[in-house]
């Protein structure tokens, strides 16, 4: 069983990101390209865990330069 801090600092992620993925200058079509390029991304990298953040960070680049 996970612990108390493992378990706060996993919802302090989760919460980050959610945060993060609701960027209020992104058009809801650049926030659901970059979700989807995300998830490209995640499926090409073997489906790793712990690389949310990079690999949306890459994707958000990719879309926004219009490379994806």
Known sequence: MP???TQ???QSDAKD??????T???SDWERDRI?????ALWC???FPQGRDRELW??????????AA
């Open 24 to 26: 209020p200058q992104l």
């Open 8 to 10: 706060a600092a996993e």
């Open 57 to 66: 960070a890459q994707a958000e680049l990719q879309v926004l330069k219009g």
């Open 17 to 22: 990101f959610q945060i993060s993925e609701a």
């Open 3 to 5: 612990s108390k801090q």
């Open 35 to 39: 979700r989807r390029r995300a998830h």
């Open 44 to 46: 090409e990298a073997g």
